[in-house]
Nanobody, 124 residues
Framework: QVQLVESGGGLVQAGDSLRLSCAASGRTVSRYAMGWFRQAPGKEREFVAAISETGLNTGYTDSVKGRFTISRDSAKNTVYLQMNSLKPEDTAVYYC?????????????????WGQGTPVTVSS
């Protein structure tokens, strides 16, 4: 069983940067593809970024492309989401997720494991 724990969220101003971390405990997460999702109040959970199990392939939703970077450190069983040039529209609870099958899916229902979320608030 894989347990994912997000951290690094907080309250920042527009234009600031944050780095979110997703640490795995128990079974190693190094063999899984990973994704980041976010959910704002009253909104559907949406895909943000994904990274393959090798770290060689990444994908992003258009609204964060060029601002956010997903990466992973296999030695630490940790996945990161570097968020630069934050905007108020980025305000949401951010979740990391893992899946056992290959690829870079954007649909939340295909992911097998989820973290509890870390909130990010961007003020103007």
């Amino acid at each position: 069983q894989v347990q994912l724990v997000e951290s690094g969220g907080g309250l920042v101003q527009a234009g600031d940067s944050l780095r979110l971390s997703c640490a795995a405990s128990g079974r190693t997460v190094s063999r899984y593809a990973m994704g980041w999702f976010r959910q704002a109040p009253g909104k559907e959970r949406e895909f943000v970024a994904a990274i393959s199990e090798t770290g060689l392939n990444t994908g992003y939703t258009d609204s964060v492309k060029g601002r956010f970077t997903i990466s992973r450190d296999s030695a630490k069983n940790t996945v990161y989401l570097q968020m630069n040039s934050l905007k108020p529209e980025d305000t949401a609870v951010y979740y990391c997720a893992a899946r056992e099958t290959p690829g870079l899916p954007t649909m939340s229902r295909v992911y097998d494991y989820w973290g509890q979320g870390t909130p990010v608030t961007v003020s103007s």
